[in-house]
């Protein structure tokens, strides 16, 4: 009689071992699954193990079985982007003053593996954060990865007539009081005047880009000082800004950094490391939103600056 268990005497296949096509089929994949969980997130960690939890599950899949392993990668990256997004409103709830996304650099993808540039916006990441995870995910596949209502529907597990939905209210809701964008040309003449009048330490310069109703939102996190809650006005604004020009702006070194597809504002103190990184949403009355994150936590990959010039 066979000592062996009769469940290891006969195993069932398992999944094969990884090839190097396997192997492949999942790099190539790789840039649109981080930017689908990216723009879920806001936060390149939290993106980068939603894609690591992606290729576990790819490594642990009988592939024999998958046709078509792009569609099979980006189902289940959205799948537990949804998941993730889920236990990171719950954190959000309890975090500390206003909540930015993390900066992602994109001078050498700009979209981040999309079709098009939609929903990798700061400001638009904001905005995200107030629609469901599912809601969330329709519009990042739709809008930013161009995928029809019939894929957008079978990665969600839904009818295609709710796909439609899911996006429709997710365009209402992020639409809802917003100006529209200015267009390349004006959001790089407004940046460009900022720079420009933060070097010169010159509040009134900036005073006359503001929006009349422009907003600031400064993210500290909880572990520097910052506002705890968003200003809003045009003479509030100047105020904080002036407050900051005078009490931590005042030797400094500014540069342009590409973040998020657009022109941010990186403020690196005499130390060489990053203080903050300045963002802006702009339309053409001006700028409307300032975004000032300032968590270290979400400056680490930016690194140390030796060389920037004043």
Known sequence: MSLVPHDTAHPEP??????????TDFLDVRPQLFGI??????????????????????????????????????????RLAINAAT???????????????????T???????????EA?????????????PTERAAYVLREAFDYSYRRVGEVLDVTEAHARQLVRRARTALGSGRRAP????????????????????SVADLERLLADDVHARSDGGGVVHAAKVEIVG?????????????????????????????????????????????????????????????????LSRHGRTADVTA
């Open 14 to 23: 398992g999944p094969p071992s990884v090839a190097d096509d396997d192997v």
């Open 37 to 78: 969980a990216y723009r879920m997130l806001g936060s390149v960690e939290e993106a980068e193990d939603v894609v690591q939890d992606a290729w576990i599950r790819w490594q642990n899949t009988d592939r024999r079985g998958v046709q078509n392993p792009a569609a099979f990668l980006t189902t289940t990256t959205t």
């Open 87 to 105: 236990s990171a409103r719950a954190r959000r709830e309890t975090y500390v003053g206003p909540w930015l996304p993390e900066p992602v650099d």
């Open 107 to 117: 001078s050498a993808d700009p979209l981040l593996g999309a079709v098009r540039a």
């Open 120 to 132: 990798l916006d700061a400001a638009v990441l904001v905005l995200l954060e107030r629609l469901t």
């Open 182 to 201: 200015a267009d390349p040309a004006r959001r790089r003449e407004l940046v460009t005047a900022f720079l420009a009048a933060a070097r010169a330490g």
């Open 234 to 298: 045009h003479d509030r604004v100047v105020t904080l800004l002036d407050n900051v020009m005078r009490k931590y702006w005042s030797d400094v070194l500014f540069s342009e950094v590409e973040v998020n597809g657009g022109t941010g504002v990186l403020v690196h103190r005499a130390d060489g490391e990053v203080g903050a990184l300045v963002l802006l949403e702009t339309s053409d009355r001006g700028i409307e939103q300032l975004m000032l994150v300032l968590n270290p936590e979400k």
